[in-house]
């Protein structure tokens, strides 16, 4: 049953409701909104992604509850948040973060775009063969070296004192809900590398020796998690706080998205494409999520999207800015350079912890602003691979709302339009994660289909339609793309192997 509203709380006009809050790779968000979804005021915070390692990425699960109170006390300085009645997290996937029973992290989180363990999921997958994983996962594909499997087996072979001291493998949004209210949880979504269609842990978690003991209990992402332990920045003790999901299902909450068809992408620190399909069959190369409140998402991340701007500009020299403001001048297509995106590997569509990035097509007259649109261009290659392979499983959207920090420079917008063919939606507030949480929040104590309320939450500044004069340029460059990608396989597999055995490598 939906609970009554607290004791001298008044839903309306300038009162915030719910507070949501997106846990991200580079920066933490929290926006508090109205009962009719107005936002009030908004907060952030950032970290740095530490890389002691060419292929390790890791974060201090400390500065994610650091952020996160920032954040709130930010909120709290603009407007009174003693009305709030809930508060919905969601965050950043595949980073797993292990803390002992009081949930304290006992090591830097392994990030998404941390790869170390490739090597032990290789052989892990070679082990079991297609049988074995279909066995332990219902699929054949190999597991890949941001699962929990292979990162506990890694963990426990390399770090052991780590392990045993380990009661809980959370990830971001489950390590602050825990810090909330006291109590580990999970949900099925975020969890979708171990969960299977029936909502539950998949036996395959066995293939990591005490995994499955130290996984937290699953709850649906609407449902209350528990209740603050204490007052918090104005928030009363007793708040209802959801359970929360993976920041790629709050945007899809928070772009609105709610008929079969719908189709949203983001362009954050990676790419996330997602759409509602009229059922669970799987694609090849994307997820096939477990029904959520009666729909049925495909998606995918791809490894690297806004960071891969981020890389360049450093290694330019240059700031993020510098860079948008010269790739404004070249012209499309950048006289035939091409950028594959695959800086750490690389998940959705292709799922291959080897390749690496490249250019390719320089010559003597390339300029810093055609390598500087390259990136951008390249980016939205990897968005139409993974929009084309999320498309085998859903219908062909003709428009895509776009999100993320990505979405705020009108080139990329453009460009991400006349690379796919279609008309892009850029998303009012640009972190829709945000948007998601507040909406599981709400439902958390109304009972509402969170569906429906995110359909009427979500909002769009601006449509950019895809210039088909560029069509024949775009289609080319991007069949180029792809197909350097399979003449570039055996390459990025030696690269690997040397990367392996070199002195201070890596697998």
């Known amino acids: 049953m939906p609970e009554p509203t607290p004791p001298g709380t008044t839903d309306g006009p300038g009162v915030p409701a719910y507070v949501g809050v997106d846990v991200g790779s580079t920066t933490t968000k929290a926006i508090a ?15 740095e992604i530490s890389r002691p390692s060419p292929d390790r990425a890791e974060q201090e699960g400390q500065d994610w509850i650091d952020a996160v109170d920032a954040c709130v006390a930010q909120l709290a300085a603009q407007v009174d948040l003693g009305p709030v009645r809930a508060i919905g997290v969601t965050s950043q996937v595949d980073t797993h973060v292990p803390v002992d029973a009081d949930l304290r992290p006992l090591r830097p989180a392994l990030l998404w775009q941390d790869v170390r363990t490739a090597a032990t999921a290789a052989a892990l997958n070679e082990r079991l063969g297609p049988e074995g994983r279909l066995a332990g996962w219902g699929d054949e594909r190999p597991v890949d070296a941001s699962n929990p499997v292979p990162r506990g087996l890694w963990l426990a072979e390399h770090e052991p004192d780590v392990w045993a001291a380990t009661r809980w493998l959370l990830l971001p949004k489950d390590l602050v809900v825990g810090w909330l209210t006291g109590t580990p949880c999970a949900d099925p ?23 499955a003991e130290r996984l937290a209990p699953l709850a649906s992402p609407e449902t209350p998690a528990g209740r603050t332990l204490r007052g918090w920045h ?5 708040t209802v706080v959801a359970t929360g999901t993976m920041d790629a299902f709050g945007n899809v909450l928070g772009s609105g998205l709610h008929e079969v068809g719908h189709t949203m992408a983001t362009i954050g620190t990676s790419v996330i494409v997602a759409a509602l399909g009229a059922d669970g069959t799987p694609a090849p190369g994307v997820v096939a999520f477990a029904p959520f409140c009666s729909r049925h998402v495909h998606a995918g991340p791809t490894q690297s999207g806004g960071e891969s701007l981020r890389w360049w500009a450093r ?11 010269a790739a404004a001048t070249a012209a499309p297509g950048c006289g035939g350079v091409v950028f594959a995106p695959h800086l750490m590997g690389e998940r959705a569509p292709l799922w291959d912890d080897h390749v690496r990035a490249w250019f390719t097509g320089l010559s003597s007259s390339t300029t810093f602003a055609d390598l500087s649109r390259a990136v951008l261009e390249g980016v939205a290659y990897s968005l139409r691979e993974l929009l084309e392979a999320v498309e085998v499983a859903t219908p062909r959207a003709a428009a895509l709302t776009l999100s993320g920090g990505g979405s705020r420079s009108e080139l990329w917008c453009q460009i991400a339009a006349d690379v796919t063919g279609r008309v892009v939606r850029r998303s009012r507030e640009a972190d829709t994660a945000v948007v998601g949480a507040a909406t599981l929040a709400a439902s958390a104590v109304t009972g509402d289909d969170p569906w429906r309320a995110a359909a009427s939450l979500a909002q769009v500044d601006r449509v950019f339609e895809p210039d088909p004069g560029l069509a024949a340029t775009y289609d080319e460059l991007y069949a180029l793309y792809r197909q350097t990608y399979e003449v570039l396989g055996p390459v990025h597999d030696r690269l690997a192997a040397h990367r392996s055995t070199a002195p201070g490598g890596t697998p």
């Open 33 to 47: 909104f109205t009962a009719d979804g107005s936002p009030l005021a908004s907060g952030s915070a950032g970290y």
């Open 189 to 211: 979504l975020g969890s979708f590398k171990v969960v299977g269609p029936d909502g539950r842990y998949v036996a395959g978690v066995d293939h990591a020796p005490g995994l």
């Open 234 to 238: 104005g928030i009363r003790a007793g």
């Open 315 to 325: 290694l330019s020299g240059h700031s993020v800015e510098e860079v948008v403001a």
